[in-house]
């Protein structure tokens, strides 16, 4: 029975003082109060804020026309431009469900996300058209809606779709009166995991946590009102780290880019003003890496890392290079970046080398995360806060995914006793911070003994002929298994395999060490994340 107080006496909800949270409120808001503010910049196109609303207000109006709504899935397959950025609003304005697809996959991976999704409409970018032919041709779906968008600064790509992007605009009114979702926990978005070892995952977002895990990036990162944003994460992924939504309650401008190379994103942060950006630490290794001459912005910038913990070494030189580093962790289960490495204001007094160590720690959970524990996966009983200790990362909060699409048995394997697992191993810190070490299955066992991938990284990337690193456990008859090293060069540099492995005996423990060093380049994600299940593979064959 449901115990009352006098506080709920005739104190009910109602539509005065109970919303549901949404993001779809803030471009609402915005469009309103600096309808004549940037809202959009991309080569040769510049939009207010008024007009980005207009358009998303179109596509709404033309998905409904069409007979899309609540529960219907909106699949995009595009890079980081402008009509991507829109369907973050106008897809889910219509009550259907955005699915932003890796533009790295192959046919048959988009094929299954489409048939899995049960995408009704299909907008595409020409930079992707002859993969997503194929693709619609593999999933069989001759019902689907394919829109082509035409991006005149793009050259190359074919008409596959009964329609244009601006065609399907044409038909929508730029009046339509959209809703709010009836309920906060309704559906906004569907994200894949990689699939790496079998099918993807059809992660679910609802409202509440996109709206609740955008106003949390701002407060992490302390952004000032109308920032210049610069998207060289992919927004794909994790729908941009919710970035998209960030951007509208921000009032700020989603500076677009199609391709993630070092000059035109130095170009953009100098032209355009940028302030803040976000990117995989191999983003910013590359950037540090770039020639110096490149480097000739004069005003503050900001940049957000997470993926594959960032060495302290990339962290050093990207502020060496006058860009503030802030670390966040978390998976595409939860919203992108969950958990923030905060900084203290006594840590600025540290030499950089300390510096750097303390901020590649993962941290403390964001303010949309209520809770975060380090603990035995099996009985779930925290681990002592030592920062030696490892156990596997758990979260709950509101920015934690519905569950997996179609997945029952992967939703409650992932959802134990009142947490998210997240299969992420790792130390708690006497103040509290955690500190990766490790996915579960890159730890490396050696004659017992548990090495973490991660140090032995951190280590390689303190060599100055070092650009990337990876480590995995390579099969060995007495030990079980080693550590095995694989390393991308800096332009102009060598290396032997002798020499590596001396440089890091001289600064790990012998057994942490490489037995094995492989040159050459490493397979990589669109974000930037080493692929080591390739890495382990070829590890088993030599």
Known sequence: MVEHTIFDYALDRSPANHVPLSPLSFIQRTAAIYPDYPAVSYNGVRRTWAETYDRTRRLASALAGRGIGKGDTVAVVAANIPEMFEAH???????????????????????????????????????????????????????????????????????????????????????????????????????????????????????????????????????????????????????????????????GVAVCLRAVRAEPIFQLIRDEKVTHFCGAPIVLNMLASAPDHLKDFDHEVKVMTAGAPPPAKVIEAMEDMGVEVTHVYGLTETYGPSVVCAWKGEWDSRNQGERARLKVRQGVPNIALSEMMVADPETLEPVPADGTTMGEVFMRGNNVMKGYLKNPSSTEKAFRGGWFASGDLGVMHPDGYVELKDRSKDIIISGGENISSIEVEDVLYRHPAVMVAAVVAKPDEKWGETPCAFIELRDGTTAEEAEIIAFCRDNLAHYKCPRKVVFGELPKTPTGKIQKFMLRARAKEM
């Open 89 to 251: 609003f106008g897809v889910p304005m219509a009550g259907a469900v955005l699915n932003a697809i890796n533009t790295r996959l192959d046919a048959e991976g988009i094929a299954f996300i489409l048939k899995h999704g049960e995408a009704k409409v299909l907008i595409v970018d020409p930079e992707f058209s002859d993969v997503v032919e194929r693709a619609v041709r593999i999933a069989h779906a001759p019902d689907l809606l394919v829109v082509d968008v035409l991006d005149s600064s793009f050259e190359g790509g074919q008409r596959i779709g009964r329609l244009t992007y601006d065609g399907l605009l044409a038909e929508g009114d730029p009046g339509f009166g959209w809703v709010m979702p009836d309920d906060e926990w309704d559906a906004i978005a569907l994200n894949y995991t990689s699939g790496t070892t079998g099918d993807p995952k059809g992660v679910v977002y609802h409202h509440r946590g996109a709206a609740l895990n955008a106003l949390s990036n701002i407060v992490t990162w302390g952004m000032g009102h109308h920032a210049r944003y610069l998207w060289t994460l992919p927004m794909f992924h994790c729908n941009g780290w919710c970035f998209p939504w960030t951007i509208a309650a921000n009032a």
